[in-house]
């Protein structure tokens, strides 16, 4: 119950940082939401609220943060917890950018099968939306 996908952009990774925070705009790129609050600023322990295109709300906490580098979000639903780890990397003056997507919990294979196969799906699409607006007005 495991998904993971990275790619290579030319753009800074301060700019990828700068989407992947910006929880309100989240929706632009993310194709399983319909939107997302977040209530304070982007760190370690603020919370917040997802909006799945499918489904019922569910909040999030942010479990990990390394500005600039790495994040880690938590959803808890009934007897399930999903994970979302964000990072970035460096390859031959580009920025990698890898976004991956767990569950664990006694309802984690039930949610895969139902919900977190679908985000495997749509997990190359959302990185190549990260990246097109990244990617923006670097001409």
Same mark, same amino acid.
């Given at each position: 119950?495991?998904?993971?996908?990275?790619?290579?952009?030319?753009?800074?990774?301060?700019?990828?940082?700068?989407?992947?925070?910006?929880?309100?705009?989240?929706?632009?790129?993310?194709?399983?939401?319909?939107?997302?609050?977040?209530?304070?600023?982007?760190?370690?322990?603020?919370?917040?609220?997802?909006?799945?295109?499918? %489904? !019922?709300? #569910? $909040?999030?906490?942010? &479990?990990?943060?390394?500005?600039? +580098? /790495?994040?880690?979000?938590?959803?808890?639903?009934?007897?399930?917890?999903?994970?979302?780890?964000?990072?970035?990397?460096?390859?031959?003056?580009?920025?990698?950018?890898?976004?991956?997507?767990?569950?664990? %919990? !006694?309802? #984690? $294979?039930?949610?895969? &099968?139902?919900?977190?196969?679908? +985000? /495997?799906?749509?997990?190359?699409?959302?990185?190549?939306?990260?990246?097109?607006?990244?990617?923006?007005?670097?001409?």
């Amino acid at each position: 119950m495991h998904s993971a996908h990275t790619m290579l952009t030319t753009a800074p990774p301060e700019k990828i940082w700068k989407i992947w925070t910006d929880v309100n705009n989240w929706k632009k790129w993310d194709l399983s939401l319909r939107g997302a609050l977040i209530k304070g600023v982007f760190k370690k322990n603020v919370q917040g609220v997802i909006f799945p295109e499918r %489904g !019922p709300k #569910a $909040g999030f906490k942010v &479990t990990a943060c390394d500005p600039n +580098f /790495s994040y880690t979000v938590t959803s808890k639903l009934p007897l399930i917890r999903i994970h979302i780890h964000r990072y970035l990397g460096y390859d031959n003056s580009k920025t990698t950018f890898t976004h991956e997507i767990w569950a664990e %919990g !006694p309802l #984690a $294979g039930l949610w895969w &099968t139902i919900v977190g196969r679908r +985000f /495997s799906e749509l997990l190359p699409k959302t990185m190549s939306n990260i990246k097109q607006l990244a990617e923006m007005d670097l001409v």
